[in-house]
């Protein structure tokens, strides 16, 4: 086992132990000889008499606290064998014992729940897993567009490059598995412009019988750290009524309509979400809605009925994040205000408790086409509170870092936790 390297006789750490232990003892005489010198020439309030047991015999005292340093030894050993034994137990299983560890601290972290799709959801995962593996990823199945589209149209399977990403990105040995799920060949008419990690979901389909199946056993295959589901498995499709009064049918074609988004639409309408991501929201202590594309990657999943009635239902905190800027063809010029405007036309009252905002703003080239959203007093207006931190990834000032969104979304959710928020029963939804 990987633990046992530590013990080899090269590392040497027998000497530096009693070295450590050495140093301690020292610190303590050290301690103990400043304390009596002060027990002896220091005048103090009678109370302290009291508080330091003097009136109990130094027999009884000295007793007293062996007793007390027995007890925390005793736990500490405990807690720390207890804590080895189970990374070492991962560790003979493949996984590395740092990792192993690492994943005991995580798991006891908050159920957070991130509905969305595309580059956002992905970025989101990536921070988040860091401080929590009890992640749960609810993800949009409209596109088709790409790789993904064809392979929808062409064998019937739901989109699988959201999904892709979300797996690269919770994905324990990341930086390589990454570029192997991001890799596309380039030649040949039938595998050109495919991306692996879409084939191989498709290939776990085929073997599993059932596309949610697949996804289950590639998590696992890959040691993805929390679960990735789809927001509905019907077969829908994303349409948008522009401004001008024209209507477009597909997500990858909503970006070219040549006038201002409405609204947009799914087709069939209402379709029944999938029950596992029901389930996650209402036992959820934290829920993320973006950041993504807003018509193409966060609507798509509100459009699901139920899972919007869940949202307005959990006992979790629910949190809006827009985007760092505006996308081209899309969300061109929009400011706060018009994305939670967006959001009220298509699902009325927003189900969220807080919005967070980038407040770090940056000079953006005017080539790029974008505008950066930043905080805006009308956007109060909404019955949110609106949020302003610096989450902006400054290598790419048109997204989010992934660790600064995540520690501030954590620390917002330590800051309004229960009893702020209802309890939840047993079902997970709020107890009447």
């Given at each position: ?196 990690g879409n084939l191989l979901l498709v290939a776990m389909q085929r073997i599993t019988g059932s596309f949610e199946e697949g996804l289950r056993e590639s ?150 086409g974008v505008t950066q959203v930043g905080p805006e007093a009308a956007a109060e207006g909404y019955g949110v509170p609106v949020v302003a931190v610096d ?42």
């Open positions: 086992m990987e633990f046992q390297k530590w013990l080899t006789p090269g590392l040497r750490v027998k000497r530096w132990l009693v070295l450590l232990g050495l140093g301690i003892t020292l610190l303590a005489l050290g301690l103990a000889y400043s304390l009596v010198d002060l027990y002896r020439t220091l005048t103090v309030p009678e109370f302290v008499y009291y508080l330091t047991l003097q009136f109990v015999p130094r027999s009884g005292r000295a007793a007293l606290f062996a007793l007390l340093g027995s007890a925390c030894v005793v736990g500490g050993v405990i807690g720390l064998n207890r804590s080895l034994l189970s990374a070492a137990a991962r560790a003979a299983s493949g996984t590395p014992i740092v990792d192993a560890l690492h994943r005991r601290r995580t798991e006891r972290g908050p159920r957070v729940v991130a509905i969305g799709g595309g580059t956002g959801l992905s970025t989101l995962l990536r921070g988040l897993k860091v401080y929590t593996s009890n992640l749960t990823a609810i993800v949009t199945v409209a596109d088709d567009g790409g790789s993904s589209g064809q392979l929808r149209r062409q064998l019937g399977v739901p989109p699988p490059g959201d999904f892709r990403q979300c797996i690269a990105a919770l994905a324990e040995a990341e930086p390589l598995m990454t570029q192997l799920l991001e890799y596309r060949f380039q030649e040949g008419a039938s595998l050109g412009g495919h991306a692996f998590s696992r295959v890959l040691n993805v750290r929390g679960r990735i589901l789809p927001a509905t498995l019907m077969d829908v499709t994303l349409s948008a009524e522009l401004v001008n009064a024209e209507v477009i049918h597909g997500e990858s074609a909503l970006p070219h309509g040549g006038a201002a988004i409405e609204r947009v639409f799914l087709a069939p309408a209402a379709p029944p979400a999938y029950p596992e991501a029901l389930d996650a929201i209402h036992d959820a202590d934290l829920v993320v809605i973006g950041p993504g594309s807003l018509y193409t990657s966060v609507l798509p999943n509100l459009l699901v009925p139920e899972l919007t009635e869940a949202l307005r239902t959990t006992g979790a905190l629910r949190v809006y994040v827009t985007n760092v800027a505006s996308q081209p063809g899309e969300t061109d010029g929009y400011t706060l205000k018009d994305y939670l405007a967006a959001l009220q036309r298509h699902v009325g009252e927003l189900p969220f408790d807080y919005v967070l905002v980038n407040s770090h703003l940056v000079a953006l080239p005017v080539a790029w989450v902006l990834d400054l290598s790419r000032p048109t997204r989010h870092d992934p660790r600064q969104l995540a520690e501030r979304l954590l620390a917002l959710y330590q800051h309004s936790r229960p009893p702020r928020f209802a309890r939840r029963n047993g079902n997970g939804r709020l107890a009447v």
